[in-house]
């Protein structure tokens, strides 16, 4: 584990930092005293609410994302 002495701002090099709260994945974010810059030291990937594949968009082939949750059906 890292104490903040040894974390160091990414936007401005400063070591003066604030723990600042967590984000919704759990990781732990910091603030620069000095630029009031945000930022965390590891980053997670969105989760997938699912366990059942996504469907594919047909011109890009990506994952299509989940825009809205009822009780009996998911609309993407």
Same mark, same amino acid.
């Given at each position: &584990? &890292?104490?903040?002495?040894?974390?160091?701002?990414?936007?401005?090099?400063?070591? +003066?930092? *604030?723990?600042?709260?967590?984000? !919704?994945?759990?990781?732990?974010? $910091?603030? =620069?005293?000095? =630029?009031?810059?945000? $930022? !965390?030291? +590891?980053?997670?990937?969105?989760?997938?609410? $699912?366990?059942?594949? *996504?469907?594919? =968009?047909?011109?890009?082939?990506? +994952?299509?994302?989940?825009?809205?949750?009822?009780?009996?059906?998911?609309? $993407?």
């Amino acid at each position: &584990m &890292m104490n903040n002495s040894t974390l160091s701002c990414p936007k401005c090099g400063s070591t +003066s930092l *604030y723990k600042n709260c967590h984000d !919704k994945y759990g990781n732990q974010q $910091f603030l =620069c005293k000095l =630029c009031h810059h945000s $930022f !965390k030291l +590891s980053h997670s990937h969105k989760r997938k609410k $699912f366990p059942f594949p *996504y469907p594919k =968009c047909t011109s890009c082939g990506k +994952s299509i994302q989940i825009y809205k949750v009822h009780r009996s059906f998911v609309v $993407f």
